[in-house]
């Protein structure tokens, strides 16, 4: 069996630590790390636009001494004359692992399914994997650790950002609280995967819709866009019913004194977060989106490992 990260639940709390330890030694020695020598390729494809993920994973595969193949994939033929099985078959002929940014999770899976290779979630619909890696990279150099702080994450709890930090936030025994309004909640099949992962790491997971009660003595402070890509033209209010949970100075106001704010980016300035707090002391966004680079550095060394070892012990 591939080993793949479609989801954030599919490496083990324990190996989420390992992760990140490697993503925190890879940032101390940038340079120092090339098992994609050869070099040997990764495929980087995208169904949605991208800032962020296209260029640390471009960069952070080249640093690895391999090959990135950066492509949208309207000019291939993926999902339009030919299957997203096919796809993943034929791709893994060429590269070691194939980095996908789409739309459902069903289509991941379907390259997942065809691949030999590892497919690693660029972001889906449902989750934001590789950025909830970052994200606890960050919360670990700001907070000294992960288990028993408080993260809390204000906005749309149904998006791919909330469903990722109650995952990983539980993998790395946080008490992870999401707050939204009224139906903008995440998937309750996500919700209970989540708590079942904290009962063993010592986490915990609560979905709310009070803001302030949400933010109160929070250690960590997230949020993200109202309107996620694809979401543009779903007919619902995007704004009114989340004017409340707009992270400003009065509602970083109830966390702890020095909580740590998050946002993946791109932020929409003065909807979801005020410039006052996205460039204030406590945040960390920037400290974030360069932790990207590290951590999928890791997280590409890790899979690619994981697979050799695998498959080493099924040979013998
Ligand atoms: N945070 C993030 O994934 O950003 P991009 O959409 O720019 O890749
Ligand atoms: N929830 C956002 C995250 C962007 C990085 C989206 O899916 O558009």
Redesign the pocket.
Known sequence: MIRHFLRDDDISPAEQSTVLDLAARMKADRFGHRPLAGPRSVAVLFDK??????FSFDVGIAELGGHPLVVDTQVTHFGRGETLIDAGRVLSRYVVAIVLRTHGDDRIAEVAAGASVPVVNA?TDGF?PC?LLADLLTIRERCGGTAGRTLTYVGDGANNMAQSYLLAGAMAGMHVRIAGPEGFVPDPDVVARAAEIAVGTGGSVRVLTDPVQAVRDADVVATDTWTSMGQEADGLDRITPFLPYQVNKELLGQAAPDAVVLH???AHRGEEITDEVLDGPQSAVFDQAENRLHAQKALLTFLLNANAADKAAADT
Do not use: V
Not at 49 to 54: D, F, G, K, V
């Open positions: 636009q991208s800032l962020r993920t296209r972001l934001h950025q993946c980016l791109p």
